[in-house]
């Protein structure tokens, strides 16, 4: 860990800024009738979740530039004595900077003119697929609030879908979550169920997929950028939230927040409970339950015009009985009580610093400790499994961007040190082979320094350019260097947008490897070890962003191609699980997302759907092997579904209510045992009523897989074994918001 410390103090010295690019920039002319600019006319920002504002005066060139804005989705209004007020809706993501233009207009042309930005503003110079999911969605779609829901990624972004318990996003298992654009460190594969971040104390979460700009990093799959809950929508008030239903379930939480005009604050405790966690290997649910509780807490302090610091911090742990089922003809002589234990803290201390309009630095100091500990009971049979495995790291990163004129650059390093601990033992029961125990122990460490500049050719032409170069030390040392480019090129009568990217990308191999007697074990089985080396991933992308009559419709294509792909594998039956690489895969696939506007101002409804193959090729390159051969050509990975599809809703009803629905439908997902390739389409669909009495209280009543559909997702022997469907779940959630 002296390591660690080390690269963090450097980080720290370095001065060279962080919190990452959760931030955008907004900027805009003003100018009247006669395209002459508006001096000293009053521009103001402002949050349509929070009160959230920015006020600022257009410069002698009508010239208005906001920095530092947080993604989301805002309004920017525009009044002058002598004009009518206009104003415009604009959605900010990271790292973008749209330009608006207001024309005002006298008073005796319009009283009050109110002007919606494009669709997707920022899609007309981003290269990035990205959704915004914001708080008041995850609160209405089915099941999103619980703890470990990840409704609120899979019911909105294509070809994303959980199996064996995992998040798959286009294909793969790496994705990376962001805290205010800080990158939560975490190398291990496969050893976490659930989302990072509670859902109830996000504010907003920014999706991408692919096509990153060089400062978002490596994890090929998808980036979660959340910005959380700060207290800019309270004003000292608290929110006890109760949530109950079948398999005894509740998911509870009580929060709290207020704010200044400098100083915001925002907290939370959760805890939960359930007899169905994880997914269960027959249609019973038998020895399944789950339980948790966590913590979250925001501090932001506004020093000064310039100035803006930021404490965020999270903690929680998990508990899950592994689901067995006594019955099932597959595990016939066996017994187990398998349980997984994880336990997550993260904390981030940012600093955000203006020099003028256009130019700002961000600094960002992090710890985060992650730990996954799978635990058998002593009686079971064959074999009793313990694996305890704790990680900490310690770092920062920091940034320094640059907007003006058609230039939006962004320059940083980001870096961590790392110290990993495992335990791992079993006991075998039937006597086939001696019992271990043993600890190992490893320290790395991983550095990156990256530039990315986006250059708006025209104000039809935007180009990006980046490189991020890596050099991570561990087991092995490894350099990487990831150029990155792509165009977006908008078609000014229609404003549609095509954009293309092509770059590369490293992901940093986990830093434990098997040694003493794991691997006479191993070899006992004819199985043996190879070093593990990072992944490096290919891409290219071609999409198109159609705004029409305020809906949005966004289609993609994107080809992967890795070496060493990242997967996970176990030792027979012992639910030891390690990480391992395939010398190569392919996943292409086209995506389709649609989102309408309000309807009538009733409600919205959204389509997601994704076509994509996923296969390796060739044997495996590192970690737990059997140096079979490969077989010929390509193979289908165990997660490949070619055809998933959401479409849902939500619909304002009378009487201070709404409903809410989702349809899932999967075409199956590969099988272990073909012919055929596939297992069977599996379709659920899930359903919300909701009402609120005043301002205060509010209940919402929701079910999942409402036919109670069960069918076999998957039939890999992964994690607890293999995955049947969800049965029906019906839960309420009351709320009741109070002031102190």
Same mark, same amino acid.
């Given at each position: ?7 963090? &103090? ?7 800024? &962080? ?460 350099? &990487? ?32 490897? &098997? ?226």
């Amino acid at each position: 860990m002296r390591g660690a410390l080390k690269l963090l &103090a450097v980080l720290l010295f370095l001065g060279v800024p &962080a919190l990452g690019t959760i931030f955008g920039t907004v900027r805009g002319i003003v100018h009247d009738p006669q395209h002459r600019p508006v001096a000293d006319a009053t521009v103001t920002l402002e949050a349509k979740t929070s009160s959230y504002s920015q006020t600022m005066q257009t410069d002698a060139e009508g010239q208005f530039h906001f920095d530092a804005v947080p993604v989301g989705e805002y309004s920017v209004t525009v009044s002058q004595a002598g004009f009518a007020k206009q104003e415009k809706a604009v959605t900010v993501l990271s790292g973008a900077a749209p330009i608006l233009h207001f024309e005002l207009r006298l008073p005796t042309q319009a009283q009050s003119v109110t002007v919606s930005a494009d669709s997707a503003p920022a899609q007309t110079e981003s290269v990035t697929p990205t959704e915004i999911v914001s708080r008041q969605e995850i609160a209405q779609t089915p099941g999103a609030t619980r703890a470990n829901s990840t409704a609120m990624i899979t019911n909105y972004v294509p070809g994303a879908y959980v199996t064996h318990d995992q998040l798959h996003v286009r294909g793969g298992h790496q994705v990376s979550w962001l805290i205010d654009g800080v990158p939560i460190p975490n190398t291990n594969i496969a050893s976490n169920l659930g989302p990072q971040i509670d859902p109830k104390d996000i504010d907003t979460m920014e999706v991408q997929r692919g096509s990153y700009a060089a400062d978002f990093g490596d994890r090929t799959y998808g980036v979660f950028n959340v910005a959380p809950r700060t207290g800019f929508e309270r004003n000292n008030e608290g929110e006890l939230v109760l949530g109950f239903g079948n398999f005894y379930q509740t998911d509870d939480q009580v929060n709290f927040g207020g704010h200044t005009n400098r100083f915001a604050y925002y907290g939370s405790v959760s805890g939960n409970r359930t007899n169905l966690g994880l997914e269960t290997p027959t249609s019973a649910v038998i020895h399944d339950a789950a339980n948790g509780y966590s913590g979250f807490g925001s501090l932001i302090y506004n020093a000064g015009s310039k100035d803006q610091v930021r404490l965020v911090s999270s903690l929680r742990r998990d508990f899950y009985q592994v689901a067995f089922d006594p019955n099932d003809p597959d595990t016939a002589g066996q017994f187990f009580r398998d349980v997984n234990r994880e336990s997550d803290a993260f904390v981030a201390f940012s600093w955000v610093h203006t020099f003028n309009p256009g130019l700002l630095v961000t600094a960002a100091p992090f710890y985060h400790h992650n730990r996954a500990d799978f635990e058998s009971d002593p009686g079971d049979f064959p074999t009793a499994t313990t694996d305890n495995r704790a990680s900490n790291y310690a770092g920062g990163q920091a940034t320094l961007v640059y907007v003006q004129g058609r230039n939006n650059t962004r320059a940083g390093i980001y870096g961590f040190g790392q110290k990993d601990d495992e335990l791992l033992g079993v006991l075998f029961h039937d006597g086939s082979n001696p019992d271990f125990r043993t600890a190992v122990s490893a320290s790395g460490s991983l550095v990156a320094l990256f530039a990315e500049e986006q250059f708006r050719a025209t104000s039809w032409l935007t180009l990006n350019a980046g490189v991020r170069q890596t050099h991570f030390s561990g087991h092995l040392v490894e350099n &990487a260097t990831s150029p990155r480019f792509g165009a977006a090129v908008r078609v000014p009568a229609l404003n549609w947008t095509f954009r293309a990217f092509y770059g590369h990308f490293y992901q940093a191999p986990p830093l434990l490897t &098997a040694t003493g007697p794991i691997v006479q074990f191993v070899n006992d089985q004819n199985l043996s070890f190879i070093p593990l080396r990072g992944e490096r991933d290919e891409e290219s992308q071609f999409g198109v962003t159609i705004p029409l009559r305020g809906w949005t419709i966004d289609a993609d294509t994107f080809t992967t191609r890795a070496n060493n792909y990242f997967d996970h594998s176990n030792v027979g039956n012992s639910d030891i699980f390690f990480p391992l690489t395939i010398q190569g895969a392919l996943i292409q696939g086209w995506e389709l997302t649609i989102r309408s506007p309000r309807i009538r101002k009733r409600g919205q409804v959204y389509l997601t759907y994704s076509n994509q193959v996923a296969k390796g090729r060739g044997a495996i390159s590192g970690g737990l092997t059997d140096f079979e051969p490969p077989p010929e050509g390509f193979f289908l990975l165990d997660h490949d579904q070619r055809n998933t599809l959401h479409f849902g809703g939500i619909l304002d009803l009378p009487w201070r209510s709404y409903t809410s629905t989702d349809v899932y439908y999967g075409s199956g997902f590969a099988r272990q045992d073909g012919p055929p390739d596939h297992l069977p389409e599996h379709t659920t669909f899930d359903l919300t009523l909701g009402k609120d009495f005043g301002e205060r209280f509010s209940v919402a009543v929701s079910a999942t897989n409402v036919s109670n559909r069960r069918v076999l997702l998957d039939n890999s022997l992964t994690f607890g074994g293999t995955h049947f469907m969800n049965p029906r779940e019906i839960f309420a959630q009351v709320r009741y918001r109070f002031h102190y």
